[in-house]
């Protein structure tokens, strides 16, 4: 019943609404549960924690993809760096680099080019990947 109307009610009104409550109460019949309603809850609970154990962790990404996707990123920084030469800006001129600008020395003849634009395309995707494989890993982490 609204509590609005309630306040509104006279004293009388309340009365008879109150004793026609307790009559109801009283006349209505009182249901037991079964002899086994006990054991059904137990058994409905112990389901559900089977089932919660049962459910292993698996990684988003699997170990064996994780490795693939790491050497082909190696191998295609690899390739970028064996067939188009590291051209330094001005400003990392003075900067003596002789030694390590070609480490990856192969006597491989691959006769294709890569232009520059390319090369710090796959440099700015390994970048983001590696950024965004950790905000992922970190969310499931925090939220698993």
């Not at 609204?2 to 004293?11: E, L």
């Not at 409550?21 to 037991?32: D, G, T």
């Not at 002789?98 to 090369?119: A, C, K, Q, R």
């Amino acid at each position: 019943m609204n509590p609005k109307y309630i306040a509104v009610m006279s004293n009388k009104e309340k009365e008879l609404l109150d004793n026609f409550a307790k009559k109801m109460v009283k006349n209505s019949p009182i249901e037991k549960p079964s002899k086994s309603f006990s054991s059904n809850v137990m058994n409905a609970i112990n389901a559900l924690e089977v089932k919660k154990k049962s459910s292993v962790y698996q990684p988003l990404i699997s170990k064996r993809v994780w490795f693939l996707i790491v050497g082909s990123l190696i191998a295609s920084m690899v390739l970028l760096l064996k067939t188009k030469p590291i051209e330094m800006p001005n400003f990392l001129s003075k900067i003596d680099i002789s030694g390590i600008s070609n480490p990856f020395y192969f006597d491989y003849s691959l006769n294709f080019s890569v232009s520059n634009v390319t090369l710090y395309c796959f440099l700015f995707l390994a970048i983001m990947a590696v950024i965004q494989f950790n905000y992922i890993r970190n969310y499931y982490n925090n939220y698993s």
